[in-house]
């Protein structure tokens, strides 16, 4: 796979953003330097949740120009890659729990112009994605169960973070890191110099007081 560079990322996801604020608090957060959007697509199988879906992103592309990045907790990837449109998302997580088939996934991500990131819950260790890493371009960790925002960060899940990092590092693998779950700004620098590469923060940033202060301050943390 050919190298690519590989940017400090701060992802804002949108979840537990009520749906009558969501344009406006994009809006606000691309003035104070976000650049991509973290949505979280649930069919209510493979999480007890319903979310987003596919016509809601369509709509979301339509009154925003940032980034687009889509996290599937759904049963069937395949059946949602195949009806989503080509280069509407930058980048789509699937999770590896979620498919039998995760390299033909990669491809059909890709077939659509999106990069491919795989995620894994907290109880599917690193070594689940032995065959997969060489050929992935994202590696989404868990940092808690999947279904519901606003929840507490796990600190063991930042072992995985090393992991993949030192993995990376001794095999030339070039996939970004991203973390997601409980990450606030007391926990971030930690979760950097693990070795993540971008933090997807939801109620951390949507949900502060000090909304456009912390946007920056993640900002700082990445860059530095």
Sequence with gaps: MEKRARKKILSGSILNVPFYEISEKIQLA????????HVDIMDGSFVPQLSFGLEF???LRNITDLDLEA??????PEKFIMQTPSGLFTRIFFHYEATLYPLRLINYIRNINSEAGIAINP???V???EYILSEIDA???LLVEPGYGGQKMIPSMLRKVEELHRIREERGYDFTIACDGGIKIDN???IIEKGADELIVGTGIFESPRFSEIVKEFLELLKS
């Design 71 to 76: 996290h599937l907790m759904v049963v069937n």
């Design 123 to 125: 109880a599917t260790p």
């Design 139 to 141: 590696v989404l960790v």
């Design 127 to 129: 070594q689940a994605l």
């Design 57 to 59: 992103a369509k709509q």
């Design 30 to 37: 691309k003035e104070y330097g976000l650049r991509v959007i």
């Design 188 to 190: 971030a620098k930690t």
